[in-house]
């Protein structure tokens, strides 16, 4: 397909999507050809859709990015999700052979250190593992919101992902929080701990911390950087290749 036609293919499935509830959405691309994988955190957004799959679209493969460096409490919330469920959450890893790499290069939590390193450790234990996650999918779904930060405000329903060649779906784009807290609470969907704890978003152990009232949701992740756009290189066309990055220096953390 050409990038013409898959951004075309993009917006006709966005203006489709749009009045649709969030199973009529999954059911929608579920039904369309080509291979739909969702792609889960364990975030409480993620665990809303994965209840939406669960319960009306099981045609749709869920996969996680199991980094390595992953909280107690999330790693044991996708075996209750599982079960929960009655579905599979496929698990990627990293391959040793790059984390090795890296930690020869940085040292293993050289991350800290400047956003060169971050961002090359989240492409080893992130970007990579998606990759692979992602293989043969044409529809790629996942639990970005508009609320979640001004660098996801515009997040729309479908998007054409030419880097990966496929068509990015959020079915939970037009979602607010407390709309999320309240499907939670109606349908009794597992979450993490760590959400009552402080911890809005939930990523590496090591990348993030509790937020205080009043911050934005993922202030708690990768806190000590300065760029309020941070991301983790998987939902930005920040998917520049590393070694093009400058170095920087960075403060460390608190
Ligand atoms: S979030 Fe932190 S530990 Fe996880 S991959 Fe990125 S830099 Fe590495």
């Not at 980094?67 to 999330?74: E, H, K, M, Q, S």
């Amino acid at each position: 397909m050409s990038v013409h036609d898959l951004a075309a293919e993009a917006a006709l499935l966005d203006r489709q999507l749009a009045p649709l509830s969030l199973a009529e959405r999954l059911a929608l691309v579920g039904s369309l050809d080509g291979r739909a994988v969702f792609t889960t955190s364990l975030g409480i957004e993620d665990q809303v859709i994965t209840a939406a799959i669960g319960g009306h679209c099981r045609s749709i493969a869920v996969a996680t990015l199991e980094t390595g460096r992953l909280f107690a409490a999330t790693l044991a919330l996708i075996d209750e999700t599982e079960a929960a469920y009655g579905l599979e959450i496929a698990r990627f890893h990293p391959e040793k052979a790059d984390v090795d790499a890296y930690a020869a290069q940085y040292g293993l939590n050289g991350f800290y250190d400047s956003v060169e390193a971050r961002h090359a450790c989240c492409g080893v234990r992130k970007v990579k593992p998606l990759a692979r996650a992602l293989e043969g999918a044409r529809f790629w779904i996942t639990g970005l919101r508009r609320g979640q930060s001004g660098n996801r405000a515009d997040t729309p329903f479908a998007e054409a992902d030419l880097d990966r060649g496929l068509i990015k779906i959020n079915p939970l784009a037009d979602w607010d929080i407390e709309t999320v807290k309240a499907y939670v609470a109606e349908h009794d969907v597992p979450v993490n701990p760590l959400h009552a704890r402080g911890y809005p978003s939930i990523g590496c152990e090591p990348c993030t911390r509790a937020i205080k009232p009043g911050e934005p949701e993922r202030a708690g992740r990768w806190w000590w950087e300065n760029d309020m756009k941070r991301e983790c290189g998987l939902h930005v066309a920040e998917a520049t290749p590393i070694a093009a990055r400058p170095a920087e220096k960075i403060p460390t953390p608190a």
